[in-house]
């Protein structure tokens, strides 16, 4: 019912005016409001059989813009396509997740819509998302690296390299595996071509290597359809989940990524490494390296820390962020990590401690060089020349560089930390304190990941028996 007050409102030339509200529940906007001017010279009575009449027509307006608005959304509901609705998505995505996350549901979203972006949500059924599922099952990645085929030294010999490099989006690291004549990307060699302005054909070598999806990729692919259609629910726009019984994890094909570690023999050839490692220049390369195999850190982690995460007193490291790339759109983003348990703090090994505080020391004399254009913003532990923070993947041509020092085969900077938790229960350090120092939630997660690298210790566990039984 329409609400009509009981004393008209003076303006201030004397007009009589009633504010005339209707209240409708069902709607987004709950109050309506209309203003009845009362005409001079008329009598009460008539002025009131007027106002009663204006604000029943005013009340059948409201109502009937009103289901007309219900009838054009469900007719909406009924056309709308997936891609729209799964752009509707996005925009929720980017409200309650993180860059990252937002960044990697725009891509798969972007190759949901190719398949079947022009379905309407309504008509979507198990046997279209069995066409994703079959796409999934044959999708393959094409990885393209290049190698020198024709030197650059002459060219790059008077030029600021680090500048080049900060400039056009590449690592200095990139430069050095490229004159090395070692495997880099070709985006990378596209990019270091634009700089010095050459002929990339004529320079470096194409290669093209195709690899079908890990299970954990397509994963991803299931997690996202899935909150489309969970959201879908959610806003009453369809009754169930098409994919439900379809793209069910097991239906998924590809191998699961063996978690890749050193050896103990691998691990002690590693320590050895960077024990002679004493020049200068090599000295953040192995300040990176020796925390990632002496603490377990993520490369988010490392990348993340800042000197005044370090305890100098107690010798103990916080960690309490974490840093990545996201791309062009936001590029570094460094944020609280994504559990509780990551946020931890450790003690830091005597020999570890010794090799941060050279590196501290000279970070210090480089500061104080290059104080006119350092970043002093904030003080990151590993930085640019310009006291800028490094790019994460920057850590992995560090580690590239110090396990080809050593003659080891190439990992990555997470099998180091896989090393250290192996490390750490290979020495029989109780579960619930590796996985405190890993920052795993639950120490049987902990165990049951890790557990089947022990195997090396099977005859020692066999000799203990032995000893017993005798």
Not at 59 to 82: G, M, P, S
Not at 366 to 374: D, G, M, S
Request: aromatic share 10%; glycine share 4%.
């Amino acid at each position: 019912m329409a609400s009509i007050p009981k004393k008209a409102r003076i303006k201030k030339d004397g007009t009589e005016v009633y504010d005339i509200q209707v209240y409708v529940k069902d709607s987004k906007q709950k109050i309506f409001y209309k203003t009845y001017t009362r005409e001079q010279g008329i009598s009460e009575n008539e002025n009131r059989r007027r106002l009663n009449a204006f604000a029943v027509n005013f009340e059948n307006e409201v109502r009937n813009k009103i289901a007309e608005q219900k009838q054009a959304f469900l007719r909406n509901k009924q056309e709308i396509t997936f891609q729209e609705f799964s752009l509707k998505w996005l925009r929720r995505s980017e409200q309650k997740d993180s860059k990252t996350s937002v960044v990697r549901n725009t891509k798969i979203v972007e190759d949901l819509n190719v398949l079947i972006g022009n379905l309407k949500m309504k008509e979507i059924q198990p046997l279209d998302i069995q066409e994703i599922l079959d796409y999934l099952n044959s999708k393959k990645i094409i990885k393209e690296t290049a190698v020198l085929k024709k030197s650059i030294d002459e060219i790059i010999k008077h030029t600021n390299v680090d500048k080049l490099c900060r400039e056009n989006d590449f690592s200095t690291c990139t430069i050095f595996y490229a004159k090395k004549g070692q495997t880099i990307q070709w985006i990378n060699a596209i990019k270091i071509c634009n700089a010095l302005k050459l002929n990339v054909n004529e320079y470096f070598i194409k290669k093209a290597e195709e690899k079908p999806y890990s299970k954990g990729s397509k994963l991803v692919y299931r997690k996202v359809l899935n909150a489309i259609f969970n959201f879908a629910i959610e806003t009453d726009l369809i009754d169930k989940n098409p994919c439900k019984f379809v793209l069910k994890p097991n239906n998924l094909s590809g191998e699961i990524k063996e978690k890749d570690i050193l050896s103990l023999e691998e691990t002690k050839q590693l320590q050895n490494t960077l024990k002679s490692m004493n020049n200068v220049e090599d000295l953040k390369k192995k300040t990176v390296v020796a925390m990632f195999l002496a603490l377990g850190l993520r490369q988010g982690e490392l990348v993340g820390l800042q000197w005044k995460d370090i305890n100098w007193d107690t010798k103990k490291i916080t960690i309490n962020r974490s840093s990545t790339y996201t791309g062009s759109k936001y590029g570094i983003v460094t944020k609280t990590p994504k559990t509780k348990t990551s946020i931890r703090t450790l003690p830091i090994p005597q020999s570890l401690m010794e090799i941060i505080l050279e590196y501290k020391n000279w970070y210090d004399n480089e500061h104080n060089r290059l104080y006119e254009i350092w970043d002093n913003e904030n003080e990151w532990v590993f930085v640019k020349t310009t006291g800028q923070q490094i790019f994460p993947r920057t850590t992995t041509g560090w580690l590239d560089y110090v396990l080809n020092k050593g003659g080891i085969r190439h990992i990555g900077c997470h099998s180091l930390r896989h090393t250290f938790i192996t490390t750490l229960l290979r020495k029989k350090v109780p579960v619930k304190v590796v996985a405190k120092f890993a920052g795993h939630a639950n120490p049987n997660v902990t165990l049951s990941t890790y557990a089947h690298f022990l195997d090396e210790d099977n005859d020692e566990a066999s000799q203990v028996m032995d000893e017993f039984l005798k």
